[in-house]
């Protein structure tokens, strides 16, 4: 028997803050394009950084805060703040059996240690004994364990207590997707009642800019909506974003009223020749068709900004409105960054943030006929939509809760 | 959760792949280790002067140049997944690879060598200036930028692997730690269970034995510095055990569902019939002192598998020879099996491979199928002086013969996730 499935709790830590009120006001702002964009650290880059937060709210020891880098201090943040909404904060028994699907990359860096090594590697030939004793000296232990990524969940277990399971999805993007997808298709089939699913992402690092920028992904011209960008297209953005999933029997139990049904999660990838990420997008909107109630739906896009893609998931959405679909659609990312391993789970979380006021957020692209239409106060259902930069298509539908 | 409820059952293995620093397949790898042969040699990938360890277990037969960690990770993952594809016989013809289910990919994390992110600092950047940023060289192609990006993300290696063996869906690709090659065929018992695919390709790969991964475990004190005689330094259980030793391989496992395996024919080398897993929430690189976690995650294994501790006749541990992991697993085995832990033989396959990380679950899981299969328990070696707190039948030494039925596999990970995997055998 399928169970039904519910979320009961977000956290959601990015450039336009960490409340709904917060990102709300970021996203309704004359220039959300503008709003949390800082243009100037990484110039000719745009990037979404973290806003100012208290760390301390939901990691007291400073222990605990010396043992995690950036990425995973956003992660464990929104986590504490999604358990807290979910009523499950400091509930041992239900901590004891929480299962944690996390996505996160890792590999945060000490940019005074790579600094000597580039430049010991730059001036010896052979540079072998030195570069050991280099590294042996200088690097501290708690980086390594702040690098590896399975310490996204693992940290989480120390900090909140989350004790049933600790399982960490690499792969960006599409490990975003693969966490939902995976706690989703368990929880319905009944081989668990009670999720996390959270990812994190930290763009303020000088070496992913080098490495994104050589592969031919940022934008280094002035900010535009996502939809009309070249293909060296995306700004990267800090989040760390987090959920309660559930069995809808399993919150009625603990007398928890959901804030959202989640009716399908997918995921899926392809080679990516031209068209393919699109029908992959299509088969899996297809397969949701009947669940779609004909009103107003919100589409929370994960178009990441790179040109030739998003022009491929335009051409999907306008297929969607053209079968009849009465969409309000938002690329996001325009407002707050690509948060790559992120992304998907904070366009949920946003997401169910409509899905509680009944509306959504105004165009982050005023004169794109996608965006265009504003939805007011008829919002019944949401779909979340993945696109990876590389790879990686999958999409959420989400629905009000009864 | 340890048990899988409503929709647990048994799951078949119909092939499985292995390679370790012992050798390629399955073959020599269980010669060599049924003879107490150790994989582990001194380092000659790169310079070992100023290094506290200056063995492992490297995977050096291959012929790749450069090596890199996941152009290695890959070469292994492929291997292993080749071997266990043929033996399944899943693939219907000699043309494209076709695989009627899902991929689960353990794999190491990737970052950069130090040669990769050097030549990364050398591309023509419109990065500002940073340390990231050594020399903007012109002369070097976007196409060498884009190769430095796509190698060393993350979800390259389990998207090439899905290509190769045509798996079906969107490849997940997974790290606990190292209870990583565990946790890729949990997903993949999890996913056949509840029916979404008939069939799983789970790998458990790790290929990244470079100098900053091993300097990063030496400073966590984790590794062993017996240095003068490799193949002596990996021993678990022992009252002199100093740590482990670094490898590297690869193991893959075709799972289906029974139903699907005997309906095209397939021979069932054995079952996976239970799972079970548990997050310590104690410390990031030790385990709580009360082992409230291994134990959690051993007794949801065995219930999960309708059986009862007294079932299990082996366990294939987790045995790192670390002193912490070898005393929690002892006082975990205490906890869970009682009296019968003082008779019940267990051995650590790390004595002689060393610890293979991320793939140590996958490659250890398909060593306890063979271990049922061929009735043959491979030793622990190096077990000279004994450590008279761990009351324990270790297997010492030498290869000892036995019926086995049931056995557990253990896999612990820093960070706190705990897999254990419970085989059973075919039908006769």
């Given at each position: 028997m399928a169970h039904d499935v519910v979320l009961t709790g977000y956290g959601l830590l990015c450039a336009a803050g960490e409340t709904p009120e917060a990102w709300w006001r970021a996203l309704s702002s004359s220039d959300p394009l503008h709003a949390c964009v800082d243009s100037e650290t990484y110039k000719p880059?745009?990037?979404?950084?973290?806003?100012?937060?208290?760390?301390?709210?939901?990691?007291?020891?400073?222990?605990?805060?010396?043992?995690?880098?950036?990425?995973?201090?956003?992660?464990?943040?929104?986590?504490?703040?999604?358990?807290?909404?979910?009523?499950i904060k400091g509930d041992e028994e239900l901590l004891g059996r929480i299962e944690l699907i996390g996505a996160a990359g890792g590999g945060e860096r000490d940019w005074e240690v790579d600094a000597n090594v580039l430049d010991l590697l730059e001036r010896e030939a052979e540079p072998g004994a030195e570069l050991n004793r280099m590294l042996s000296d200088d690097l501290r232990p708690t980086l390594f364990l702040a690098q590896l990524p399975n310490l996204f969940g693992g940290n989480i277990s120390i900090v909140h207590g989350v004790a049933g399971a600790t399982r960490t999805f690499m792969g960006e993007e599409s490990a975003g997707m693969d966490a939902f997808r995976v706690a989703f298709e368990r929880a319905r089939a009944g081989q668990g009642e009670l999720f996390l699913v959270g990812a994190a992402f930290n763009a303020n690092r000088p070496d992913l800019h080098v490495m994104y920028d050589g592969g031919g992904l940022l934008l280094t011209e002035p900010l535009t909506p996502v939809w009309d960008r070249p293909d060296a297209g995306i700004c990267l953005g800090s989040a760390g974003a987090f959920?309660?999933?559930?069995?809808?029997?399993?919150?009625?139990?603990?007398?928890?009223?959901?804030?959202?049904?989640?009716?399908?999660?997918?995921?899926?990838?392809?080679?990516?020749?031209?068209?393919?990420?699109?029908?992959?997008?299509?088969?899996?909107?297809?397969?949701?068709?009947?669940?779609?109630?004909?009103?107003?739906?919100?589409?929370?896009?994960?178009a990441c900004g790179s040109g030739a893609l998003a022009r491929e998931e335009h051409e999907l959405l306008t297929r969607l409105v053209d079968s009849g679909v009465d969409c309000a659609v938002r690329g996001t990312a325009a407002a707050l960054g690509h948060t790559v391993e992120a992304s998907f789970l904070a366009n949920t979380v946003l997401g169910v943030s409509c899905l509680e006021r009944g509306t959504v957020f105004p165009p982050m692209a005023a004169s794109d006929p996608l965006e265009q239409r504003m939805a007011d106060g008829n919002i019944e259902q949401v779909l979340v939509t993945g696109w990876g930069a590389f790879r990686g298509e999958g999409m959420a539908l989400l629905e009000v809760a009864d | 959760m340890a048990g899988n409820g409503e929709s647990g059952g048994p799951?078949?293995?119909?092939?499985?792949?292995?390679?370790?620093?012992?050798?390629?397949?399955?073959?020599?790898?269980?010669?060599?280790?049924?003879?107490?042969?150790?994989?582990?040699?001194?380092?000659?990938?790169?310079?070992?002067?100023?290094?506290?360890?200056?063995?492992?277990?490297?995977?050096?037969?291959?012929?790749?140049?450069?090596?890199?960690?996941?152009?290695?990770?890959?070469?292994?993952?492929?291997?292993?997944?080749?071997?266990?594809?043929?033996?399944?016989?899943i693939f219907e013809t000699d043309g494209a690879r076709d695989f009627p289910g899902e991929l689960?990919?353990?794999?190491?994390?990737?970052?950069?060598?130090?040669?990769?992110?050097?030549?990364?600092?050398?591309?023509?950047?419109?990065?500002?200036?940073?340390?990231?940023?050594?020399?903007?060289?012109?002369?070097?192609?976007?196409?060498?930028?884009?190769?430095?990006?796509?190698?060393?993300?993350?979800?390259?290696?389990?998207?090439?692997?899905?290509?190769?063996?045509?798996?079906?869906?969107?490849?997940?690709?997974?790290?606990?730690?190292?209870?990583?090659?565990?946790?890729?065929?949990?997903?993949?018992?999890?996913?056949?269970?509840?029916?979404?695919?008939?069939?799983?390709?789970?790998?458990g790969t790790d290929g990244s034995i470079q100098e900053e991964t091993l300097i990063r475990f030496s400073l966590l004190s984790a590794l062993s510095t017996a240095n003068e005689?490799?193949?002596?330094?990996?021993?678990?259980?022992?009252?002199?055990?100093?740590?482990?030793?670094?490898?590297?391989?690869?193991?893959?496992?075709?799972?289906?569902?029974?139903?699907?395996?005997?309906?095209?024919?397939?021979?069932?080398?054995?079952?996976?019939?239970?799972?079970?897993?548990?997050?310590?929430?104690?410390?990031?690189?030790?385990?709580?002192?009360?082992?409230?976690?291994?134990?959690?995650?051993?007794?949801?294994?065995?219930?999960?598998?309708?059986?009862?501790?007294?079932?299990?006749?082996?366990?294939?541990?987790?045995?790192?020879?670390?002193p912490e992991n070898d005393k929690m697993e002892c006082f975990g085995f205490e906890h869970v099996f009682g009296?019968?832990?003082?008779?019940?033989?267990?051995?650590?396959?790390?004595?002689?491979?060393?610890?293979?990380?991320?793939?140590?679950?996958?490659?250890?899981?398909?060593?306890?199928?063979?271990?049922?299969?061929?009735?043959?328990?491979p030793p622990t070696i190096n077990y000279e002086i004994p450590d008279p707190a761990l009351d324990l039948d270790v297997v010492p030494n030498e290869k000892r013969a036995a019926a086995v039925e049931f056995a557990l596999s253990n896999s612990f990970g820093f960070g706190g996730q705990n897999v254990s995997l419970l085989f059973g055998a075919a039908e006769a």
């Open positions: 880059f745009h990037v979404y950084p973290i806003v100012d937060y208290d760390l301390t709210a939901q990691v007291p020891k400073k222990g605990d805060q010396r043992a995690m880098g950036p990425m995973m201090q956003y992660g464990a943040y929104a986590c504490g703040l999604a358990l807290e909404a979910a009523g959920f309660v999933l559930e069995t809808a029997d399993h919150a009625a139990a603990r007398g928890v009223r959901p804030l959202a049904k989640v009716k399908a999660v997918a995921s899926d990838r392809c080679r990516r020749a031209p068209g393919a990420a699109a029908e992959n997008a299509w088969r899996q909107l297809d397969a949701v068709w009947s669940e779609l109630r004909g009103g107003a739906l919100a589409v929370m896009s994960g | 799951v078949a293995i119909t092939g499985m792949g292995v390679i370790t620093p012992l050798g390629e397949g399955k073959g020599e790898n269980w010669e060599k280790l049924t003879s107490g042969v150790s994989g582990i040699h001194r380092i000659t990938r790169f310079p070992i002067e100023n290094l506290r360890t200056t063995i492992a277990g490297s995977v050096d037969f291959l012929d790749l140049d450069p090596v890199t960690p996941p152009s290695l990770s890959l070469e292994l993952a492929r291997r292993a997944a080749e071997e266990a594809t043929e033996e399944s016989g689960f990919v353990a794999a190491p994390p990737i970052e950069h060598d130090w040669p990769s992110r050097r030549t990364l600092s050398h591309l023509p950047s419109h990065a500002p200036d940073s340390p990231y940023v050594t020399k903007r060289d012109n002369r070097l192609s976007n196409v060498a930028g884009r190769e430095l990006l796509i190698e060393f993300i993350n979800g390259t290696l389990a998207d090439r692997l899905a290509d190769e063996f045509g798996t079906k869906g969107s490849p997940i690709t997974l790290t606990t730690a190292c209870a990583s090659g565990a946790t890729a065929i949990q997903l993949g018992v999890e996913a056949i269970r509840r029916g979404d695919c008939p069939a799983a390709l789970c790998i005689v490799p193949g002596k330094a990996a021993k678990p259980f022992s009252k002199n055990r100093d740590g482990f030793v670094m490898a590297e391989g690869a193991a893959a496992m075709v799972l289906e569902h029974p139903e699907h395996a005997k309906a095209r024919g397939a021979t069932i080398l054995g079952y996976v019939l239970g799972v079970g897993e548990a997050a310590d929430t104690f410390h990031r690189t030790r385990s709580n002192p009360n082992g409230q976690a291994i134990i959690r995650c051993m007794t949801g294994a065995i219930e999960d598998a309708g059986l009862k501790p007294d079932d299990v006749h082996y366990v294939n541990c987790h045995g790192t020879g670390t009296a019968h832990s003082k008779t019940m033989p267990v051995s650590s396959n790390k004595s002689m491979i060393g610890h293979t990380l991320t793939a140590a679950g996958a490659v250890e899981a398909a060593f306890t199928v063979m271990t049922i299969r061929d009735g043959v328990m």
